[in-house]
């Protein structure tokens, strides 16, 4: 494992190469084939997986259910927090209503395989901004299998239709742009959505000279 790979996983941007080094010296690498089932059980799953190649499906198995929880392509990470003894993860399952007493959070309904259920809660973290919510782009401009839109060098090649390469920022669609989070690869954070928004009106400016 090459500190270059763990720079290919998003997890990592903006960490420098001294600390990157020693993530890659703590991290064990294991290469599996095609077909290959791996089981993490107990205590064996509390640490980071980092899939450097290739792709995986993930399975969460309970109570002699198998729940599919996701396919993931390389390079990216997968966290084990299903295995933490006082985590329990609910997949399927919703946060349909808060309650309150007393200008507080008591309590959530969570509607789940088995129906609705109020859990008394003392309080709940929102997880936002992870979608990137571009469905109504499908068969528009070329997406990532998360919906994250392609761009530059990831357009090159594959269907691409001018003699020409595409510009850093342009998508499958010469001449339509994307900057910020919704491109896929991007950095997500403000100054760097901000530094391509910029970036893109210049690619325009050099997309109608050529034009
Ligand atoms: C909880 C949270 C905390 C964060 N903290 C930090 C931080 O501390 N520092 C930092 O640098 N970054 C932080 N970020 C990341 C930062 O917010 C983003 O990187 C940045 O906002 C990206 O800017 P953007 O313009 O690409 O996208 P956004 O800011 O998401 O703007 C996209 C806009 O497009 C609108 N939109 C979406 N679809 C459509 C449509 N079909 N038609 C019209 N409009 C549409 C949306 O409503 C939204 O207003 C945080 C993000 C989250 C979610």
Not at 44 to 68: K, N, Q, W
Not at 70 to 91: F, L
Not at 92 to 119: F, K, N, Y
Request: hydrophobic content about 45%.
């Amino acid at each position: 494992m090459t500190i270059d790979e763990l720079r290919r996983i998003d997890l990592f941007d903006g960490i420098d190469d001294d600390e990157l080094d020693r993530w890659r010296a703590a991290a064990e690498e294991q290469t599996f084939k095609e077909g290959d089932r791996v089981i993490a059980q107990g205590e064996a799953p509390l640490g980071l997986y980092l899939l450097l190649e290739g792709s995986l499906e993930s399975m969460f198995v309970i109570d002699g259910r198998t729940e599919h929880i996701g396919h993931q392509n390389s390079p990216t990470w997968i966290g084990a927090i299903a295995a933490h003894e006082n985590v329990e993860v609910r997949t399927g399952s919703t946060a349909v209503a808060a309650v309150g007493e007393g200008g507080r959070l008591r309590a959530l309904r969570v509607e789940g395989p088995d129906g609705e259920e109020q859990m008394p809660v003392d309080a709940c973290f929102v997880f936002i901004g992870a979608l990137p919510r571009t469905d109504w782009l499908d068969g528009v401009v070329r997406r990532d299998d998360r919906g994250f839109i392609l761009a530059g060098p990831d357009v090159a090649g594959d269907g691409w239709a001018l003699a020409r390469d595409p510009y850093l920022l342009e998508t499958s669609v010469p001449g339509v742009f994307v900057a910020g989070d919704v491109r896929a690869r991007s950095i997500k954070r403000v100054a760097s959505a901000v530094g391509e928004g910029s970036m893109a009106i210049t690619l325009v400016h050099q997309y109608l000279v050529d034009a």
